[in-house]
């Protein structure tokens, strides 16, 4: 496990979501990034993020798509101790960005870990 303050951890997320290309980031709609310490007690421990909302290919936008936004939540605590070192680590973080982003645009899964970003 690698031991960093949560000042630390929200700058590796904030690196990793400028890491994505300003073209993917740019498609996003109405999506908005959180840190949690941990996962909701109704979900896994080891859970490292989820994406909550609508994925795009799913949407009806016959209400003008007047939503609240679709949230992306890392969670600090599983990602820490799933790491050994800070590389790790921010490799982890990317990984979990671009997973959950991808479940946005309607990617499930199993999708996911064909690709290698599961």
Same mark, same amino acid.
């Given at each position: 496990m690698v031991e960093v303050t949560e000042a630390e951890f929200? !700058?590796? +997320?904030? $690196?990793a979501l400028d890491a &994505?290309?300003?073209p993917l980031m740019d498609m996003l709609d109405n999506v908005a990034f959180f840190v949690e310490p941990e996962p909701p007690? !109704?979900?896994p421990e080891d859970l490292l993020g989820i994406?909550?909302? &609508?994925p795009l290919t799913e949407r009806?936008?016959?209400?003008?798509?007047?939503?609240l936004p679709d949230r992306i939540t890392l969670f600090q605590g599983p990602l820490i101790r799933f790491c050994e070192s800070r590389? #790790?680590? #921010? !490799?982890e973080i990317t990984?979990? +960005?671009?997973? #959950?982003? $991808?479940?946005?645009?309607?990617i499930d899964d199993e999708r996911l870990h064909e690709l290698g970003w599961g």
């Open positions: 929200e !700058d590796s +997320v904030s $690196a &994505v290309p300003a007690e !109704d979900q994406y909550e909302g &609508v009806d936008l016959g209400w003008g798509g007047m939503t590389e #790790e680590l #921010e !490799d990984i979990t +960005v671009v997973h #959950e982003i $991808a479940h946005h645009f309607g």
